[in-house]
Each structure stands twice: as C-alpha cells, then as structure tokens.
C-alpha cells in the first residue's frame, strides 16, 4: 500500500529487526494523522512486507482500507504480548464510534484481518452486512470520469475508484480531508505485480490522470527521509 | 525496496533498514507515463529507480 501526501511528513518508520525474537518494536506501528485518520503498519517482524491499514473516522461510521498481511494474529517474537494489539489512541477514537458497539465499518474491500486485532473480541457482524448502498455502489465503481464518493460521515467524502491489473478488485482512495491519495498495490516503491498486464497498464493511466485531478499540488509533495 | 535504485531487499527479509522512502512525488506516481510506458506491449519484468514490474 502507497500514498501521495503533501503538507505533513511522517514519522520514522520501523523497519523490523535483525533477531525479532528481541525487538521491542511494536507489531502495529500507529501514525496519527490528524484526529480522525490513522494509518497503521504491521511490523516486517510480523510480515517482510509491512503491510499497512488507513483508517478513517467519520460520524458514527468509519472506513478502512487495509493491506493486511498475514502474521497479524501471530506473534513471531517469543514472550511478545503486544501482538496485534492498536494503539490505545485508535482505541479511544474508536470508543465513541459504532466501532465500539460491534458495527465497524461502513465499507471494506475484501474480508479483513482486522478482526484478529484488538477489535476481535467484539463479535463485529459479516462486513457485507454493513456496506451502505453508496459504499456497494462505489465498489463497482468503473474506469472512467465518475468517481464513486465514499459517504461514511466524512466530509467532504472520500472518492474511489477502481484499478484492476494488480488484481481485478483492486481501487484507489482519495481522501480530501488529510489530502491522501491511497493508490495500493497498483502502485509503491517496490515490486510491483501485475496479474492482467492490458488492465495494469489502463489502471496506471488512470491513476495518473487522478493524480492530476486531485486539488492540491503535487510538486509540493513532501517525502520523509 | 532499497533507497538503492533497483535495489530490492530478499523477499522475506525481516530487517530493512535502507526501506526506499514511502511517501509518492509527482515524479513516481505515473506508472502509465514512467515504468509502465516503456514496457510496450508485452508484460514484462522491468525496473526502475522506483519500481520493478513483475507479471504475476
């Protein structure tokens, strides 16, 4: 999972350790971007690929948008009590939320690992069961000039868009509120892997011309060192 | 990925300490204009300073 930022850097990330079995990191890095938006990273000690979990408040329904790894409701450090445990500042946000109550999130993209975290416990209903009619709408959301909003009490909402290549359920998430561009596998610094070339390669155009779109400058774009 | 263009950690490495910046400029986020465009018609493996395209 990668963003396009502008206006904030992050903070240093971790970046596993050469013995896990002693690191003191935590499993779930939390970077809080602002009161209603965290983004979280699963330790490389949990999984290499440090998958990473946005997550965005709104009024009495939340989003979240996950790259979830495997590993995350193991611990691979011996003695390890932390293990997919979340920071206790997404705990207390999501206290005032349905989240709290065993109704989590309006949309998600795919059955998620979130439920082997701390919010396990919370006997949290089908994720289909939950999908607003927009957020289902959004989720067939085709290539081209209409982008779905997201309306999940986040305003102004958040806008998807789908990006098969990588794989053919695979989106993009631009939040207006923090100004992200959550862009997935389609795009990271990294390997990028493509299951249907001709769709990767439309995807990637769109892509940019969302970029491009989008009310803010990327030339400002900040990068963390 | 390293900071090191083309550089990748071993799939599985568990310490990455040289992780390539995460956060996107204008620059690298256009794969249809940048990595993907040169790739032509065929899908293959390709690098970059900030990507590497694999088929799956």
Known sequence: ?225 | MKKTAREMYPLGSRFQPDEHPLPLTRNTSEPGGKPAKPMGDTLHTMSTTSFIIEPV
Not at chain 1, 191 to 209: F, I, K, M, V, W
Request: glycine share 8%; aromatic share 12%.
């Open chain 1, 1 to 225: 999972m990668a963003f396009v930022v502008q206006h904030f850097r992050f903070s240093k990330w971790i970046h596993g350790a050469p013995d896990c079995a002693v690191s003191s990191d935590p499993v779930l890095q939390t970077f809080r971007l602002d009161e209603n938006t965290f983004i979280l990273r699963q330790s490389k000690c949990s999984n290499f690929e440090g998958p990473f979990l946005y997550l965005l408040f709104g009024h009495g329904e939340s989003l979240a948008d996950r790259y979830w790894g495997e590993g995350s409701d193991r611990t691979d450090r011996a003695g390890s009590r932390d293990s997919g445990r979340v920071d206790p500042a997404v705990e207390y946000r999501a206290s005032s939320e349905r989240l709290a109550s065993g109704g989590p999130f309006a949309w998600t993209r795919r059955p998620s690992r979130w439920r082997q975290a701390s919010f396990r416990a919370r006997r949290a209903p089908p994720w289909s069961s939950r999908m607003s009619k927009a957020s289902k709408r959004s989720f067939t959301c085709p290539i081209g000039p209409k982008d779905a909003r997201l309306r999940f009490g986040r305003a102004p909402a958040s806008q998807s868009c789908r990006l098969p290549g990588h794989e053919p359920s695979h989106i993009a998430i631009y939040d207006p509120n923090s100004r992200i561009l959550l862009t997935g596998d389609t795009l990271y610094p990294g390997l990028l892997t493509c299951e249907t070339g001709p769709a990767y390669r439309q995807s990637a155009n769109r892509l940019a011309d969302l970029s491009a779109t989008f009310p803010y400058r990327m030339s400002s774009v900040r990068t963390s060192k």
